[in-house]
């Protein structure tokens, strides 16, 4: 991140860093929880530590929220009329927000954007689709040909959308990247993502056993990553950004579960910033976290006081990016700034297939009367 200097927090261009080459994970560990975590408490320097030591930063009484969605074979290769090739990655079903495999309508994205306007048809494998229209930040919305089995589609023509800067690893004719398996957590069971919630994908059962061994309450959510978390921000200031809205679900259980612990000082750690933004979007109205769907566009930016979340497990993001920005607000701007530097310093790996942070919120950032 950016040196102190002609940039404030609120500035982009104070969420920009320098990062070589070699530290950008385009593999995954060879084991999940043989990656590296760096812990960063309230006080002192950063430690270095293994996600398999993760049980042991846990308390008896923790409540530890996961993230249960799964990644959709969303990338589907296609021709366009007269031979073009094509790409379309569906986002989510056209005027809903919950993942459906009968709805016929989707938003999604295209390539070659130019070449796809509204009326162009596409082939995937023996299906049709439309494109029907064009959304003002980018998006198409595309009709599937009457009597097509999407699901059938997805499980024979789609694939696990890999992050852009994770170099293919497939043939011309397309197929599973061998690396689609890992890019799914262990728990992954509600499917409607499009990216994976990455900080998870270091869990194996063997660690979620000794974190249920200490004492600690483990409970889901759903929350549907969408495309938007991920988009760059543009502008000079992170005020000019908007956040697209994402579905979350949460169990009745799960609620009572962070309610209890608030009551009972306990602390509530979210896996992941997917986690964090369905808690506190989901307590925006009055505090509190109630079960139940909702959708939330919550871009948390420094100043935002925290009313759900005490320390959150997260990756490394990339440079300029909304989870950049939200990690700031959570830990301090200065405390983040300091352990990217220890990163990468030390050689952490970055990104989805890359190491972890275990961080604790700064206590300047907690909102009022929430313990």
């Known amino acids: 991140m950016a040196a102190p200097g002609p940039y404030g927090p609120r500035d982009v261009a104070a969420y920009d860093y320098d990062l070589p080459d070699a530290l950008v994970a ?3 560990a060879a084991q999940r929880d043989g990656s590296r975590l760096l812990v960063v408490a309230r006080d002192g320097a950063p430690e270095h530590r293994t996600f398999a030591e993760f049980p042991s930063l846990l308390r008896a009484g923790d409540v ?3 993230n249960e969605t799964r990644v959709i074979r969303a990338r589907l290769r296609a021709r366009r009329d007269g031979g073009g090739a094509a790409e379309v990655l569906l986002l989510r079903p ?7 495999l009968q709805a016929r309508e989707w938003i ?4 070659p954007g130019r070449k796809l306007r509204p009326g162009a048809r596409l082939r995937i494998g023996d299906a049709g689709a ?3 229209g064009m959304l003002a930040d980018g998006p198409r919305t595309l009709r599937f040909d009457e009597g097509v089995d999407l699901e059938a589609l997805l499980e024979r023509h789609g694939e696990v959308p890999l992050p852009p800067y994770v170099a293919p690893q497939r043939g011309p004719e397309g197929g599973d990247d061998p690396r689609s398996a890992r890019y799914q957590t262990v728990f992954a069971r509600v499917p409607g993502s499009v990216a994976a919630p990455t900080a998870s994908l270091h869990f194996t059962p063997e660690v979620l056993d000794a974190v249920r061994a200490r004492g600690v309450v483990l409970t889901p959510l759903v929350l549907d990553v969408g495309i938007g978390t991920f988009r760059p921000m543009s502008g000079t200031t992170i005020d000019e950004h908007v956040m697209h809205a994402e579905r979350y679900a949460i169990r009745p259980d799960t609620a009572a579960a962070v309610r209890q612990a608030h009551r009972d ?8 910033t997917t986690v964090l933004r369905a808690l506190e979007g989901a307590a925006l109205r ?3 976290v109630h079960g139940g769907d909702g959708e939330t566009d919550l871009f948390v930016t420094p100043g935002f006081r925290f009313r759900v979340v005490d320390a959150l497990l997260t990756n490394f993001h990339l440079p300029r990016s909304t989870l950049l920005v939200l990690v700031a607000a959570f830990a301090g701007y200065a405390r983040t700034r300091e352990a990217y530097r220890a990163a990468i310093d030390a050689g952490y790996r970055f990104f989805s297939f890359g190491d972890a942070m275990f961080v604790e919120r700064e206590e300047a950032a907690r ?3 929430t313990r």
């Open 26 to 28: 385009r593999e995954p």
């Open 286 to 288: 009055d505090g509190t």
């Open 367 to 369: 909102a009022p009367n």
């Open 265 to 272: 000082g306990r602390r509530v750690i979210a896996a992941g």
């Open 130 to 132: 439309t494109i029907t």
């Open 64 to 66: 530890l929220v996961i």
């Open 94 to 100: 056209h005027g809903g927000a919950v993942f459906d």
């Open 108 to 111: 999604a994205l295209v390539r």
